[in-house]
């Protein structure tokens, strides 16, 4: 890897090619290093949560961590990098329960509840529906791999079980950043209000049933996971996948 004019380019080749940091192998040093890892993942989710996604450069990280930012690419090539082991370690902070219950539906659902309590801990987090990168980490892929047989216990395979996979990422990940970036005034709600009032000839049945005003968020998405895991249950088998 250089670094030039600030930025940083991974070369190509055999195994430095791969856009993600869980594919490539991390680069040795001899001797001790003056910076971890686990130093750069501790920093870099403290810089998230006071200031967010937008303000994470690394620039910003190395003055924080006070080393230089030739010393920082040593460890992690991009800010793409610094992020992916930064929500790996949101996944690693509670423990994955080894083995599920008698009920797959009750394994579902508690997972998927720690799920979102982790990333409302660190809202941040929200945003990474928007990036283009799958999750890869150790962490995210034991949760993955529990949620996925709960699922395959619930008698999803194939197509249905990656699109339930994905109903409940998405529904967890889009909750979550409802609910984090989403911060009505009690003024702002109520002008809310008055002006689906005044529109109700147009739209009545949003102005009749508290659309701006119902922050519930936790009756919400609970009653979401209770629409998905009952569709679950009750979708069809596609012909494809019809036992014979």
Not at 68 to 80: E, I, N, P, R
Not at 103 to 115: F, G, K, Q, T, Y
């Amino acid at each position: 890897m250089s670094v030039i004019a600030g930025k940083e380019r991974v070369h190509g080749g055999a195994g430095g090619g791969a856009g993600n940091v869980w594919l490539r192998e991390a680069r040795q040093k001899q001797g001790e290093p003056p910076l971890t890892r686990a130093r750069i993942i501790e920093a870099a989710v403290a810089l998230l949560d006071e200031e967010g996604m937008g303000r994470l450069t690394m620039r910003r990280l190395a003055e924080r961590l006070q080393v230089g930012a030739t010393t920082l690419y040593w460890h992690v090539a991009t800010k793409d990098d610094v992020v992916d082991l930064a929500v790996d370690a949101i996944f690693g902070e509670a423990g994955v329960p080894g083995h599920g219950t008698a009920s797959p539906r009750e394994d579902i659902a508690a997972l998927v509840h720690d799920w979102r309590r982790a990333m409302l801990r660190h809202p941040w987090a929200a945003s990474l529906p928007a990036r283009q990168r799958p999750l890869m980490g150790p962490n995210f892929l034991a949760w993955m791999e529990l949620l996925q047989s709960a699922l395959v216990r619930a008698g999803l395979t194939g197509k249905r079980l990656n699109a339930a996979t994905w109903a409940l990422y998405n529904h967890v990940m889009g909750a979550t950043a409802a609910q984090s970036s989403l911060r009505l005034s009690a003024e702002e709600t109520r002008l809310g209000q008055e002006y689906l009032a005044s529109q109700s000839d147009r739209y009545p049945t949003v102005a009749a049933n508290n659309y701006i005003a119902d922050d519930d968020w936790d009756a919400s998405f609970d009653l979401g996971l209770g629409f998905l895991l009952a569709g679950f249950e009750s979708s069809p088998q596609p012909p494809d996948q019809d036992p014979s």
